[in-house]
């Protein structure tokens, strides 16, 4: 089959790799409608994360089961179905309160190289979700979004305690923080504050329920939140880049007694302590735990109610995911999804 490698920073190849086979009998073997590049997929390309030698790349996936190992009962083949980008037995007591992710069980995706033509899913009972039909190409794009970047978006509103009655600032304009928009209005916040210096993302921000546009960043940024808010600071804040910069923002973005969710992975954050003891602000967050909220969102998509899909504003064959990567690095697209 086909599937994309990175063998080095900037240098992403599409090649036949081995097809996927069952491996354990809780394993399923998937054909993917769609797949795509995340943000994360850039640390990589960009050389901040080590390349180690050729890897297989990608960790979204949609698409119907091929085969199922002989244990598995919860999925069939001809179905459609999601997953999340860790696979997670979801019944151990970590997954049973809701943090699959930290799964006793639980295996990284991304090694098994997602943005290919097919994917053995491990523990796939606990993984994968069935749509109630076979769904037509244009709600693809929205399952897909479900993936990864819909439940991410989602967990970091969560974590912050984004609802009624409250402002969400959200801090990055990428799809995460985008979706956290869409998520933070699902939610019912009163007031959700995108922060963005790029027109096409506060558009599409501005759609998904933003009411407010910050182009100011660091001490800047922090200071307009605060100016909106009667000097006190947002409720909630999601930050989803995972940089100094974009941490300590969303902090100082935050009211005493009020919430960060953080879901932007991680690089080079160092907290103060004593900033953080006297800031009286809540942090949460982490990978977000996508397998709780699927069965929500699928039946939020299935429904029409919401329209993730919006975030991919590139749509190539898979031949071209060097274009994706490059596209994505060079903020040309928001988010690039790829046609198997």
């Not at 491990?122 to 749509?131: F, H, R, S, Y």
């Not at 109630?132 to 897909?144: A, K, R, T, W, Y």
């Not at 790029?198 to 001490?219: C, M, N, S, W, Y």
Request: charged share 20%; net charge negative; hydrophobic share 40%.
């Amino acid at each position: 089959m086909r599937g994309v490698v990175m063998h080095a920073p900037g240098d992403v190849r599409v090649e036949q790799r081995e097809d996927p086979r069952i491996i354990a009998p809780t394993d399923a073997v998937i054909r993917l409608s769609a797949t795509c590049v995340c943000g994360s997929d850039l640390w990589p390309y960009r050389g901040i994360q080590a390349v180690d030698g050729p890897s297989p790349m990608g960790h979204e996936y949609a698409g119907i089961v091929e085969e199922v190992g002989g244990e598995v009962t919860s999925v069939r083949p001809g179905q459609f179905v999601v997953g999340s980008f860790f696979a997670s037995d979801n019944t151990c007591e970590i997954c049973r309160a809701g943090y699959q992710p930290s799964c006793v069980q639980r295996e990284l995706i991304g090694p098994l190289g997602a943005q290919a033509e097919r994917l053995r899913v491990p523990l796939a009972d606990g993984t994968l979700v069935a749509t109630p039909e076979v769904p037509g190409d244009n709600l693809i794009p929205s399952f897909l979004a479900a993936s990864d970047v819909l439940g991410t978006g989602w967990f970091g509103a969560m974590a912050a305690q984004a609802g009624p009655g409250k402002t969400v600032a959200v801090v990055g304009d990428g799809a995460v923080g985008l979706l956290a928009v869409l998520a933070a209005r699902q939610l019912g916040a009163d007031r959700i504050i995108a922060m963005s210096r790029h027109e096409p993302r506060q558009k599409l921000a501005l759609e998904f329920g933003a009411t407010d546009i910050v182009t100011e960043r660091g001490d800047d940024g922090v200071a307009r939140i605060k100016e909106l808010t009667g000097g006190l600071g947002a409720h909630s804040v999601v930050e989803a880049v995972g940089t100094q910069e974009s941490m300590l923002q969303a902090i100082r973005s935050t009211r005493p007694g009020g919430h960060v969710g953080y879901v932007g992975v991680a690089h080079g954050v160092l907290l103060d302590g004593a900033e953080l003891f006297f800031s009286h602000v809540h942090l949460h967050g982490g990978p977000a735990p996508v397998r709780r909220y699927l069965p929500e969102l699928i039946d939020l998509i299935w429904n029409r109610r919401i329209d993730p899909g919006k975030v991919f504003d590139l749509h190539l064959p898979l031949d071209q995911a060097a274009d994706a990567y490059k596209a994505m690095d060079e903020r040309h697209a928001i988010k690039a999804l790829l046609r198997v």
